[in-house]
T-cell receptor, first 113, second 114 residues
Framework: GENVGLHLPTLSVQEGDNSIINCAYS??????FIWYKQESGKGPQFIID?????DKRQGQRVTVLLNKTVKHLSLQIAATQPGDSAVYFC????????????FGKGTMLLVSP | DAGVIQSPRHEVTEMGQEVTLRCKPI?????LFWYRQTMMRGLELLIY????????DSGMPEDRFSAKMPNASFSTLKIQPSEPRDSAVYFC????????????FGPGTRLLVL
């Protein structure tokens, strides 16, 4: 697929394990962050978001953690399933006004049964 | 909810030909984005519209690329003339709010220029 390449970090886990995908963002003024999941041949799919006034947000089987001190974002997936195999992107909104989302390079998650 | 709709899903054309990609955003969304995704560059924003008005087209590669949004439910991205280096997956996304927050992506158009 489009996202397989030498430059894409890969995380391989066993089914049932917990997965942690990390992202370093660039702008200390960014105030909104999103995680997307992209399966092969499909468009990015929204997973979870978090605003800069929060440190943690939980969804169904997913948790996003935000550490503004070191500009780090992580996505935790509990009890990873084969269907979680995809490329995961973090994106940041660099402030107010007509700002846009800036996407990271992505991390490929491979889940083995 | 039909989501963002893009057509065609696949396009194969020859160098020099005109290519038109189409997008229907989610009803009620007032911001629309065109992205290009390649292995080398990842996901790049080309242009975005707010209330049918182009706000930022700084990501458009060159004059061969143009985008329009004649109404709230339709947008086109045109490449004329196309070149092999334009081969990529082109995504359209839409969002509800003025600020570019949660964007919902379409399935993409896979373009191959021979």
């Amino acid at each position: 697929g489009e996202n397989v390449g030498l430059h894409l970090p890969t995380l391989s886990v066993q089914e049932g394990d917990n997965s942690i995908i990390n992202c370093a963002y660039s702008n200390s003024a960014s105030d909104y962050f999103i995680w997307y999941k992209q399966e092969s041949g499909k468009g990015p799919q929204f997973i979870i978001d978090i605003r800069s006034n929060m440190d943690k947000r939980q969804g169904q089987r997913v948790t996003v953690l935000l550490n503004k001190t070191v500009k780090h974002l992580s996505l935790q997936i509990a009890a990873t399933q084969p269907g979680d195999s995809a490329v995961y992107f973090c994106a940041e909104n660099k402030g107010s006004g007509y700002s846009t989302l800036t996407f990271g390079k992505g991390t490929m998650l491979l889940v083995s049964p | 909810d039909a989501g963002v709709i893009q057509s065609p899903r696949h396009e194969v054309t020859e160098m020099g030909q005109e290519v038109t990609l189409r997008c229907k955003p989610i009803s009620g969304h007032n911001s629309l984005f065109w992205y290009r995704q390649t292995m080398m560059r990842g996901l790049e924003l080309l242009i975005y519209f707010n209330n049918n008005v182009p706000i930022d087209d700084s990501g458009m590669p060159e004059d061969r690329f143009s985008a329009k949004m004649p109404n709230a439910s339709f947008s086109t991205l045109k490449i004329q003339p196309s070149e092999p280096r334009d081969s990529a997956v082109y995504f359209c996304a839409s969002s509800l709010t003025r600020r570019q927050e949660t964007q919902y992506f379409g399935p993409g158009t896979r373009l191959l220029v021979l």
